[in-house]
């Protein structure tokens, strides 16, 4: 079973499950919007028995993490949650991990490797180079990619925040089914997760996130000059495994061909069949054994 900890860090009290042995090296496992840590307890087992420390934080809105001060906007932007993540490190003391993460976890551990990239070991990036450029005009899509964005275009709405608030339980499930459209997931896999949109900042937080990125909301003063360099795309390099699910609806596998030079020489890019957004529940044993390859299987 793993442990319920918690680790208190400038802005957050952050709640994270522990895999393993407390001395092995330590590898952060970051999940998306809408997850939790659950996503993980198939990808983390492996790694334990494998000798690794297995460390899955709930992310800023999920499950028992909190804000510490009330009086903090509610702001969930690339950079805040990469921020989080280099503020959960430096909390319990890591100066060097490996990092996993999809969809908004996906987007902190692409920050974090290229904001400090001594500090990460390697990296398995699901759905590709998750960096947004949140400061040019916002360019249109193809009308397939356009309705498989609804649900941000509903968030960019008043009527969608309330939506949200009311609904959040079968929107949530409804992306679940929409992005991964071959994965049979039965009620009880769902409500295992569910409790952690109870948070009570989850609501602003996703609201947040979803307007900021298409220029509605705005930015934290703090992360200006990250955003500016995010912008740039910049590049990864550190070692990197990519990992893309055949059948992700919402992040269609062609979306990660041309992103290669933003990655390191001989960086190996996998289309995953039989997997959808939710890689790390669909196709636990592909994401553990990416992650041993990337790290030779040393837990060193």
């Excluded at 420390?53 to 009086?71: F, I, N, V």
């Excluded at 990460?120 to 590709?128: K, M, N």
Aim: overall charge negative.
């Amino acid at each position: 079973m793993p442990e319920g900890l918690s680790v208190r860090t400038p802005t957050l009290e952050i709640g994270y499950e522990a895999h393993g042995n407390a001395d092995g090296f330590p590898v952060v496992l970051l999940h998306g919007f809408p997850d939790d840590v659950r996503a993980w307890d198939d990808v983390a087992a492996p790694l334990a028995a494998a000798g690794y420390r297995a460390l899955a934080p709930y992310l800023r809105g999920y499950g028992p993490t909190r804000l510490l001060d009330d009086a903090t906007p509610r702001m969930a932007q690339q950079a805040a949650m990469a921020q989080d993540l280099i503020d959960f490190l430096d909390a319990l003391g890591l100066d060097r991990v490996g990092l996993a993460g999809y969809d908004w976890g996906g987007r902190a551990a692409c920050i974090t490797a290229i904001l400090q990239p001594e500090r990460v070991r390697g990296l398995v990036t699901i759905g590709g180079y998750n960096v947004q450029d949140t400061l040019s005009p916002p360019r249109p899509g193809t009308a397939v990619e356009e309705r498989a964005y609804w649900y941000q275009w509903y968030f960019n709405t008043e009527r969608g925040r309330l939506g949200l608030e009311q609904n959040r339980y079968d929107i949530c499930r409804l992306l679940w089914q929409e992005w991964s459209p071959t994965w049979a997931f039965g009620d009880a896999t769902y409500e295992r997760t569910a409790p952690s949109f109870d948070n009570p900042n989850f609501v602003d937080l996703v609201i947040h996130s979803y307007r900021h990125r298409h220029r509605n909301a705005p930015s934290d003063p703090r992360f200006t000059e990250v955003e500016r360099l995010l912008a740039s795309r910049p590049p990864i390099t550190v070692p990197s495994i990519i990992l893309h699910g055949a059948d992700d609806t919402v992040g269609p596998p062609y979306r990660s061909e041309g992103e290669m030079t933003q990655f390191p020489p001989g960086t190996v890019r996998r289309v995953v069949p039989k997997a959808g957004h939710f890689m790390p529940r669909e196709q636990p044993g592909v994401v553990a054994e990416a992650l041993l390859e990337l790290f030779d299987g040393s837990p060193a």
